[in-house]
């Protein structure tokens, strides 16, 4: 399998102090990474370097030529008082394209749209206003979004934070699919997920702790360092 990321010796500061030092990994294509670690350990600083929305002060990041990414941040603000409906936020997942091409939205986007919405169980939401929405659907919303770019490598910072067990199980099937044919980087503090599946994990606590499968890992410092923080 080739690489779709690389990064070499990675170096991030915010005012001086070092929230990220010697960060050193590769991805492959397919690949589905879990990044776990303490709250302030780095792991949205890691992504949003992987993104580009943070630069590095030392180090390299280099990613595939073609790399499509798609997104989901911890954190999205929507005014749920403003009229916009779930067809509209997960065809804004097409911009990305729209603008490589300098074309507007087109036939082809709104049916990749209608497409992902049947494919995750949502098109009875299609025309629901997104403040109308519960936690999870929301949230399924946003993945909807992320997939509709038809990225290669498909980022999530915590998607399943506050979410009742049900609506976790969904969008880890969700990833799961996904999965079979593309790469994930899975932030989570979802300790009982990633010991139950065959995926890689990395500890993250300012620098990489350990890499390698959560089941052959002493438990006891996964959780000493995983345990119950958020990103």
Do not use: W
């Amino acid at each position: 399998m080739d690489n779709i990321l690389e990064l070499k010796d990675v170096y991030v500061q915010y005012n001086g102090n070092h929230v990220l030092e010697e960060i050193s990994l590769t991805l492959e294509d397919g690949e589905f990474l879990s990044i776990i670690g303490p709250n302030g350990g780095g792991k949205t600083t890691l992504i949003k370097a992987i993104l580009g929305l943070v630069k590095p002060c030392g180090g390299q990041i280099r990613l595939r030529d073609d790399l499509i990414i798609g997104y989901v941040p911890q954190h999205t603000k929507f005014d749920r008082q403003f009229p916009i409906h779930v067809f509209d936020v997960v065809l804004t997942g097409r911009l990305g394209n729209r603008l490589r091409l300098f074309k507007r939205y087109g036939e082809e986007d709104r049916q990749k749209v209608t497409e992902i919405l049947k494919a995750m169980g949502l098109s009875h939401l299609a025309k629901r206003q997104i403040g109308m929405l519960s936690g999870g659907q929301l949230q399924k919303v946003l993945i909807a979004r992320a997939l509709v770019a038809q990225p290669d490598l498909l980022i999530l910072d915590e998607p399943t934070a506050n979410l009742d067990s049900e609506n976790r199980r969904d969008i880890y099937d969700i990833l799961h699919r996904f999965n079979e044919k593309k790469a994930v980087i899975l932030v989570t503090h979802d300790l009982e997920y990633i010991e139950d599946n065959k995926r890689q994990v990395v500890l993250l606590n300012r620098k990489i702790i350990y890499r390698g499968d959560a089941k052959t890992r002493e438990k006891t410092q996964i959780h000493d360092h995983g345990g119950t923080h958020h990103a």
